[in-house]
């Protein structure tokens, strides 16, 4: 139990485009789903924390307007990369806690970005 | 705020020796510890975890071990295969606040 998936595994995109991941919990509620960063050889940097129909808390020095979060339902949360540019090639992971807690946190598979 | 601390961060062993990894972390009030194992390219993966009212936790080869009062657990993996090489990361939160990560070991199993 306590899968999450997240897609794309991979994706290229063109300077300027906008991308959209995707994270669903698959055999639970998540109430809080997590966005990560994470540069080559480094650890996993929250990016923003959301909660299941309210506006995502974004850490320090993540801009709200290039990383869009959405958190509609229980299942899925989404992260949209607006106007994306070079330096926003990266891996990005989400991760899931379930309702009520207790049982940890799950995280889904990556989701390489790489802008040209 | 939550500042976790690892080491070290390369770790090579040959196949068959045991394997430590050392993690610190600076807010008394953290009581859950989990560690994850990444493997190029995927995402981390929950290999075992310890709650502060435990002292030590073993799953098969893997174990992990908390000191409360000095603030610091340790991974303990024995029998060490190849398949085990992986990026291995400590974290710690509070209740079921975010996770604050240490900066992960590289553990290369050689055969």
């Known amino acids: 139990g306590a899968v999450v998936s997240q897609h794309p595994s991979r994706v290229i995109c063109k300077s300027g485009t906008s991308v959209k991941i995707e994270c669903r919990s698959l055999d639970f509620q998540a109430t809080t789903m997590f966005w990560y960063r994470q540069f080559p050889k480094q650890s996993l940097m929250l990016m923003a924390t959301?909660?299941?129909?309210?506006?995502?808390?974004?850490e320090q020095g993540v801009e709200k307007d290039k990383f869009l979060i959405n958190h509609a339902s229980l299942t899925l949360s989404t992260l949209t990369v607006t106007s994306a540019h070079p330096e926003d090639s990266s891996f990005y992971i989400c991760?899931?806690?379930?309702?009520?807690?207790?049982?940890?946190?799950?995280f889904g598979s990556g989701t390489r970005l790489t802008v040209v | 705020g939550e500042n976790v601390e690892q080491h070290p961060s390369t770790l090579s062993v040959q196949e068959g020796d045991s394997a430590v990894i050392k993690c610190t972390y600076s807010d008394s009030a953290s009581n859950y510890f989990p560690w994850y194992k990444q493997e190029l390219g995927k995402g981390p993966q929950l290999i075992i975890d310890?709650?502060?009212?435990?002292g030590e936790k073993k799953d098969q080869r893997i174990a992990v071990t908390l000191n409360k009062t000095a603030k610091h657990f340790s991974l303990h993996i024995t029998e060490t295969q190849p398949e085990d090489s992986a990026v291995y990361f400590c974290a710690a939160s509070k209740g079921y606040s975010t996770l604050t990560f240490g900066k992960g070991t590289m553990l290369l199993v050689s055969p």
């Open positions: 310890i709650r502060s009212n435990v």
């Open positions: 991760s899931a806690s379930r309702s009520g807690g207790g049982y940890g946190y799950t």
């Open positions: 959301s909660n299941e129909g309210s506006k995502a808390t974004y």
